[in-house]
């Protein structure tokens, strides 16, 4: 049963640079969310994707944006890196309904802006 | 706005020893609680979720919490924990109109001497 997966394991940037984190969800899940998670924290909601549009997003500039594929999976671009962005990007995966659904966490991106 | 806190940064407990990490929530309508925990190496995985009903709610590997809404927490428990329950234990809550979101706690380091 393949869980969510998601690339790469961890990325060096510079400041300015862009970047771009995939992730493919578990099998069977339509959803797809992102959370940043800093040292010492807990992950932080960056945003939703379901059928291909941003359903929801939390407290992120526009730097953070992402795309979700015909097949599910997503994307998130982070522009003009900043120190502050360097973190554990998670994705997580979920099937919609009317409920509220247990996500299923990926093992994350680690991401570190020079 | 939500925010969920967990106040105990890290715990150290011996084995067979009783656990309780706490865990509160400013909002004061409606929510669905979660634990989620890390083990060192691994992804978030769901420990247990409350929805509605039982205010005991049971997951899994022994663990439990309780839901009392007049106090706003969701505390979780363990009458006697093993050193495989060493990880970082997450809080979450989400509302119902909100499904999609997520907000976590900080997190609570828990350390068990073998």
């Known amino acids: 049963d393949a869980g969510v997966t998601q690339s790469p394991t961890h990325l060096i940037k510079t400041r300015g640079q862009q970047v771009t984190l995939r992730c493919s969800p578990k099998?069977?899940?339509?959803?797809v969310s992102w959370y940043q998670q800093a040292l010492g924290q807990g992950p932080q909601f960056i945003f939703q994707y379901y059928e291909e549009e941003e359903r929801q997003r939390g407290n992120f500039p526009d730097r953070f944006s992402g795309h979700q594929f015909p097949n599910y999976s997503s994307e998130l671009n982070v522009n003009a890196l900043l120190l502050g962005d360097s973190a554990l990007y998670l994705c997580?995966?979920?099937?919609?309904?009317?409920?509220?659904?247990?996500?299923?966490f990926g093992d994350g991106t680690r991401l570190s802006i020079l | 706005a939500q925010s969920v806190s967990q106040h105990n940064h890290h715990v150290i407990l011996s084995e067979a020893a009783s656990l309780e990490l706490g865990c509160n929530y400013s909002?004061?309508?409606?929510?669905?609680l979660f634990w989620y925990v890390q083990y060192p190496g691994q992804h978030l995985q769901l420990l247990l979720k409350y929805f509605s009903g039982d205010p005991l709610v049971k997951g899994i590997k022994g663990f439990e919490a309780e839901f009392i809404k007049s106090k706003f927490s969701f505390n979780l428990r363990k009458p006697s924990v093993q050193w495989s329950d060493t990880a970082e234990y997450f809080c979450a809550v989400n509302l119902p109109s909100s499904a999609s979101k997520i907000i976590f706690g900080s997190g609570t380091r828990l350390s068990i001497r073998p």
């Open positions: 997580a995966s979920s099937l919609a309904s009317g409920l509220a659904q247990p996500q299923h």
């Open positions: 099998s069977g899940h339509d959803t």
């Open positions: 909002y004061g309508g409606t929510v669905n």
